[in-house]
């Protein structure tokens, strides 16, 4: 009589309800909460995953969906298919939806093809391919499929086709792997909002490294309830990357799991031998809780191997054995039993499981099929196609229970991490390098090119376990298949794999390899250092770029591909060096710039540069041609990375760097980055005080050429458009549409810190063009929740400054006034330092602002004595004019108090630049302007004109739609009128101001107002108490 093994869970009940109560909660949880997590933590056979999928049940029938992934201990740390584990997870929930009704699998793929559209989708699928036919429909390709079930190849592909490699075909960087977790957190949250529960069960989790982590991050921001995130996890380092991201879920269970007592272990064994009462083996049970210490996988196992070795047997009265026989045997592991089973199995059968624990847990049947049959001499194998040999191979396996082969799978399984350990102990150590290198020989060899592709990463792990062993006869094309592997992983974005299988290729080349293989040798080089970058191995990356520098003399666009990593990973840091090292870089390559004078050379070269442009339009720019010289791209791409570089370290440089910009691109042809070129262009024009009409011209240049090259107008051109220039040329909330679209659009393609000066503007804008403070607050908070995502620390303190400041001014709290953190410099950094200053001024500003509206002058004048670099830091935009004017008004109201002289020459000059201002920008400085000289002729005692300019600032601030402001004007009046005794009119601009005011959403000001004047609504009586 066989052992019977039980499917229901013994000893759990507790954990089982936790579980259960978990997943029912998470479906009555808003849509808007973030989704549930479970944890079950436990040492391995404790039985995990079996108490996660208890689950299943529940959730099928309410119609949701149970998927499942897994992670491979065998790939952590070394060679990996990029995403395996989410991939599972993603193959299984489009097989469950493909499985259900035509009308499901259309609803889901019909939403997905309307929020994903084609571009989008060939980057989910280079990370993840199973999701190719739910987006775009398309079934399995049938070439593919026919290719499989063959038994044999054609003899043209029997071997693989010679690698090309033609230097770095494109620059891939961190907008990658930001657009793919967007990509992902969108999918996630489409197939979420369907409505139908969600489980998803991520077993092993401790075999994740970061790229899987940062991408399992983007599934849960994108989860929408009901959603259940369950997590299996052996004990870990508490420096373990998933510490730090399970600390950041909100509704968290954790599941501990111990080994069974000896009740339970009685219960188990007992079901086991189909045993009605327990207690008859007592002395059995007792034994193996003692010797396996109640794991339950280590129970099962224990069992069978007193079965197998005849200490257990099965006679007439049932099972019997001699408790005193078992007592005396020598104790082994499961492992060790499980290999010693396995030694006993038909060698095919053997000899199948090693093949299958060389590649991991899960394998492709068609793998084994043809490693089998490349291998060994099989009965009928001619006859048979790969998958179908595969099955035949392991079938005695399959019965014993070691590995599972689904029904309609072409992948088996193992039963267990702990039967894959003991079929890998099947090899001896020293032998597993020569195994894993004759499996990646045997496969790259013999199979079909058009397969190739498919199982590459299969191929590449097997070449990288036994790298030490590679001749020289392999060495360059195996060098080659690394190259190829690192390249598709980087496409998916990939970086961590990316960099282990570029730095697998480097270790095979030598150091003659450059003379013989320099192209070769570069771009693995190359993309060794550039893998580093991106996965912060700055050690290694630096090693790699000085082995290029050293070998690329002569060739200059690899020496400027290899400097622009360097100034990337130098940049990224807040190195000021960074600069520097791209003008020494540019000097090289033939691009000189003067190092002091540079306010003559600007002058000169924006003469010639202006000369240049005259007449060019962009239907005219469009006409160049694009830049196909390799070697000007890298030029360029390195000259605009200083562009950018010059507005942190040096602004006397950036003029220059803009004009030789334009200038090699209306030489030589057009680049993608022309279109920021121009809008910097412009804005510079701006600051040198030409024509405002100019520099308009060429920020609708810039935004004509971008639509033109790209299609859509990307978060940096915005940025340098509607968040600098335009904010003087256009009323200042019809910015706020494009630059929300500049956010959207620079968290689509991955260009995040682009993206965030957009949603920092944007803010901004909200804020101060006088919009309804709960939307702003809406706006504000959408914003924050983006950059926590993204880790944006410095965009997210200023977000919070503004937050802070619409709390203030809808609800007060409470506090006595407001007040801005204004932090000192955080380190020894000086890139922190420069943007600190930045943050910390638009802090003060911000605080002046809100001091003003509250009418605590004293604190405005103080802080306004503090915006030392305000204008500076501003020039170009907007902003340092509505500073000045809210320190004239800061400094006239803060006079009748302190009779301070230097508040009025501060208020003079204030005024002074204002009206320069207004010149350029009418519609949004005006009533500025009007407002704040009716204050100085109220001082001046000039009534008259006092009350035209403060009609007029009404008037103006009413056209611009800036609500606040318009109210504050009102309310300026109204106190000018109360001084003149005027009550009549100062009742109707006070009443005018507490209207526009509670529009505006400021329910603290209208409360300010009712208290300093408590018969606002008693026309009468508000001229009794005036008086």
């Known amino acids: 009589m066989s052992l019977f093994f039980p499917d229901r869970l013994l000893g759990r009940v507790h954990e089982e309800s936790i579980l259960l109560n978990s997943y029912f909660a998470s479906l009555s949880m808003g849509v808007k909460s973030p989704a549930a997590v479970i944890l079950i933590q436990g040492d391995s056979g404790l039985g995990k995953t079996k108490l996660a999928e208890s689950l299943r049940p529940h959730v099928v029938g309410d119609d949701g969906y149970f998927i499942k992934g897994k992670f491979d201990q065998l790939s952590y740390g070394s060679a990996n298919r990029p995403y395996q584990g989410i991939a599972s997870v993603f193959a299984e929930y489009c097989s469950a939806v493909e499985q259900r009704s035509h009308e499901d699998w259309i609803e889901v793929a019909e939403k997905l093809r309307r929020e994903i559209d084609g571009d989008e989708g060939k980057i989910l699928f280079e990370a993840i391919p199973s999701l190719r036919k739910i987006i775009c429909g398309e079934p399995s390709s049938q070439k593919e499929s026919d290719i499989e079930s063959r038994p044999h190849f054609c003899e043209e592909c029997q071997h693989l086709e010679e690698v090309k490699v033609d230097g770095v075909s494109e620059n891939f960087s961190e907008s990658g792997s930001n657009r793919l977790n967007y990509l992902i957190k969108r999918f996630v949250s489409v197939i979420s909002s369907i409505g139908d529960p969600i489980v998803l069960l991520i077993d092993d989790i401790q075999w994740a490294n970061k790229t899987d982590l940062d991408v399992l991050k983007a599934i849960f921001l994108g989860a929408q309830n009901p959603f259940l995130f369950i997590f299996t996890c052996r004990p870990v380092d508490p420096n373990h990357p998933f510490n730090k991201i399970i600390d950041e879920f909100e509704a968290k269970t954790e599941i501990q799991l111990q080994c069974l007592r000896g009740n339970s272990v009685r219960q188990l064994v007992a079901e086991i031998l189909r045993m009605d009462d327990p207690e008859k083996c007592t002395s059995l049970a007792n034994f193996i809780s003692r010797v396996t210490s109640g794991n339950p996988l280590f129970v099962r196992q224990q069992i069978i191997s007193l079965r197998d070795e005849g200490l257990l047997r099965f006679g007439s009265d049932g099972w ?257 060096t960074a600069l520097d090292v791209g003008i020494e870089a540019l000097r090289v390559a033939g691009e000189k710039f003067p190092s002091r004078n540079f306010a003559l050379h600007s002058l000169v070269g924006l003469a010639r540069i202006r000369c240049t442009m005259k007449g060019k339009g962009a239907e005219k720019l469009l006409q160049l041609p694009p830049l196909a010289d390799k070697e000007l791209i890298s030029l360029l791409r390195l000259l605009h990375m200083c562009v950018n570089l010059s507005v942190l370290w040096n602004q006397n440089l950036l003029p220059l760097l803009c004009f030789r910009f334009v ?329 005018e101001a507490r209207r526009l005011y509670m529009t505006w959403g400021s329910r603290p000001k209208c409360e300010m107002l009712k208290k300093k004047f408590p018969d606002l609504d008693n026309k009468e009586l508000f001229s009794v108490i005036a008086i």
């Not at 597993?432 to 790259?444: D, E, F, I, Q, T």
């Not at 060739?555 to 990593?565: H, R």
């Not at 405002?692 to 011209?697: F, R, W």
């Not at 004239?888 to 108090?897: D, E, N, Y």
């Open 663 to 991: 200038r090699l691109n209306l030489t030589h042809g057009m680049s993608e980055a022309m279109p920021s070129a121009v809008a910097v262009y412009g804005a510079i024009l701006n600051r040198c005080g030409y024509p405002l009409s100019e520099a308009e011209k060429y920020g609708e240049i810039a935004l004509d050429l971008e639509a033109a090259i790209n299609g859509n107008c990307s978060s940096q051109v915005t940025f340098l458009t509607f968040g600098s220039t335009f904010t003087k040329m256009k009323k200042l909330s019809d910015c706020l549409k494009p630059l929300r679209a500049g956010f959207d659009s620079g968290v689509k393609d991955g260009d995040i810190t682009n993206a965030m000066s957009c949603a920092a503007v944007a803010g901004w804008v909200s804020f101060y063009s006088g919009q309804r403070l709960s939307k702003v607050a809406t706006l504000l908070a959408q914003l924050r929740g983006s950059m926590l995502s993204f880790g944006m620390i410095l965009a997210i303190r200023g977000n919070r400054n503004y937050i802070n400041a619409v709390e203030y001014c809808r609800s007060n709290s409470g506090a006595p006034r407001f007040s801005v953190p204004i932090d000192p410099d955080p380190d020894d950094n000086i890139g922190c330092k420069k943007r600190n200053i930045i943050l910390n001024e638009q802090a003060k500003f911000l605080q002046l602002f809100v001091a003003c509206i509250f009418c605590d002058y004293e604190l405005a004048w103080s802080t306004s004595e503090k915006l030392y670099q305000f204008q500076r830091i501003f020039a170009g935009t907007i902003w340092p004019y509505i500073c000045q004017f809210y320190r004239g008004m800061a400094a006239l109201s803060f006079f009748p108090i302190s009779k301070c002289r230097k508040a009025i020459g501060t208020a003079n000059l204030c005024l002074k630049e204002l009206k320069k201002g207004r010149r350029q920008s009418k519609i949004n400085l005006s009533h500025h302007a009007c407002l704040l000289e009716a204050e100085l002729a109220v001082l001046k005692k000039n009534y008259k004109s006092a009350e035209k300019c403060y009609l007029l600032a009404i008037e103006h601030a009413a056209l611009a739609g800036v609500t606040h402001e318009h109210a504050y004007a009102c309310e300026r009046l109204g106190t000018y009128h109360l001084s003149r005794k005027n009550y009549d009119a100062a009742y109707r601009q006070i009443r």
């Open 320 to 576: 019997v054995w001699d408790i005193e026989a078992i007592e005396e045997i020598d104790l082994r592991n499961v492992v060790n039993m499980l290999t010693d089973k396995m030694k006993r199995l038909p060698p095919l059968t053997q000899q199948t499981l090693k093949i299958c624990s060389c590649i991991g847990s899960k394998v492709d049947l068609y793998i084994v099929g043809l490693i089998v049959r490349e291998t060994y001499c099989v009965e009928n194998s001619d006859t048979e196609n790969h998958e179908t040999l595969a099955k035949n191979a392991i079938s005695i396996a399959v019965q014993e229970g070691l590995v599972l082969v689904a029904h309609n799978s072409n992948a088996l399984t193992f039963a267990h991490d702990s039967v894959h350990e003991a079929a890998y102990c099947l090899l001896e150590p020293e032998k597993r390098a020569s195994y894993h290198l004759k499996l990646g020989k045997l496969l790259y060899k013999t199979m079909c090119p058009n397969l190739f592709q498919k199982h590459q990463f299969t191929i590449a792990a097997q070449l990288a376990r036994g790298i030490e062993l590679v001749t020289d006869d392999d060495r360059i094309l195996i060098a080659e298949i690394f190259f190829r592997a690192g390249e598709k992983s980087m496409k998916a974005s990939a970086f961590l794999e990316a960099h282990f299988f570029f730095a697998k290729g480097v270790q095979l080349l030598r150091k003659d390899d450059w003379t013989k293989h320099y192209r070769l040798c570069c771009d693995i080089w190359m993309k060794a250092a550039d893998t580093a970058y991106l996965t912060s191995d700055y050690q290694d990356m630096n090693k790699c770029l000085s082995i290029i520098f050293e070998h690329s003399k002569g060739y200059i666009a690899d020496f400027l591909d290899a400097s622009i990593i360097q100034v990337r990973s130098l940049s990224s840091r807040d190195d000021p």
